[in-house]
């Protein structure tokens, strides 16, 4: 069996039109396209590069295969899933063999065409679109040993939560998943015409969802390995609380206060402890006296 690739591709009318011959040739593909798509029997939706981009009929077998390998950048054609035509575009989801259908497309680019696509591949652990360049990136494992105590991505996403102080939402493992980085989506924005960005995040929300069910599982079968974490939220919430009865005694003018706030989202673990201790100290008497100071004032001990 092959690796499969998911696509999103938009083909679109460019707005130079050209030669009225080129533009026939455009519309003859589309109409083609639409042809073959509105009639093909179930299960056997596959025009998509023979209309667009035909192998020469006279090849056959492995001369066949290898022009299809070399024109389509796939073995097979795609198997479209879903079509949708609009005034000037039409929008495909299917998968293909090994890899997107990049001959394709730069084939319809040949002819003045317009396109997009979004590719996901999980087996190739690949993913990538295509607006006016081709980009690919790398896929990032999402399995977990719930059986394992010492399994590295369990460990990992532990790690970024004792950070935090909280769960990991849903954007921070899909940007996991995208960039091997517990940050966000917002870095993956094409400047699309026609695809919209939210088919990528749900192609790997597919995959996200039972990681984060998995790693739930790994967290219950490993239950002291959460201490850390306890202990960051009650550290923070110790400090949240003294910033919050500051600001209410009018210690605080608006933009110190939302500037500690925004301080406090980005402490780790260990900068809490040394606020931690550094409080604890002042209570400390002992700290306080010295052969000239018998008895230090209030306001130096619990300001």
């Known amino acids: ?31 083609d396209l639409k042809h073959h798509l509105d009639t093909a029997p179930e299960g056997e939706t596959e025009p998509f590069s023979k209309v667009l981009h035909p192998e020469p009929p006279e090849l056959e077998g ?63 652990a690949s993913w990538g679109c295509v607006v006016n360049t081709y980009e690919e990136f790398d896929m990032y494992s999402g399995w977990i040993d719930v059986d394992d105590e010492d399994d590295e991505l369990a460990n990992e996403m532990l790690d970024e939560e004792e950070h935090v102080g909280r769960d990991l939402t849903m954007e921070e493992c899909l940007a996991h998943f995208m960039y091997g980085e517990f940050t966000d989506t917002s870095d993956y924005n094409p400047e699309f015409r026609v695809l919209e960005r939210k088919w990528m995040i749900e192609m790997f929300e597919d995959d996200v969802d039972p990681m984060m069910d ?37 210690k605080y003018n608006e933009g110190q206060y939302l500037e500690l706030m925004n301080q406090l989202k980005d402490m780790d673990l260990n900068y809490l402890r040394e606020l931690w201790e550094e409080h604890t100290k002042k209570f400390e008497m002992s700290n306080f006296y010295s052969a000239d100071n018998q008895e230090p004032k209030m306001v130096r001990i619990y300001s």
């Open 62 to 124: 492995r001369d066949a295969y290898q022009w299809r390998c070399a024109n389509w950048s796939t073995k097979w054609d795609m198997q479209v899933n879903f079509y949708e035509y609009k005034h000037n575009y039409v929008v495909m989801d299917g998968y293909t063999a090994w890899r997107e259908p990049m001959g394709v497309l730069r084939y319809l680019e040949s002819l003045g065409f317009v396109v997009e696509m979004q590719f996901y591949s999980a087996e190739n």
């Open 214 to 250: 998995t790693y739930q599982e790994w967290k219950e079968n490993n239950p002291d390995k959460s201490g850390k974490k306890k202990e960051f939220q009650t550290l923070r919430e110790w400090l949240l609380g003294k910033v919050e009865r500051a600001n209410e005694e009018g």
């Open 1 to 31: 069996m092959p690796n499969w690739s998911y696509n999103q591709i938009a083909i679109i009318l460019p707005e130079e039109l050209g030669t009225p011959a080129e533009r026939q040739v455009r519309w003859d593909i589309l109409r």
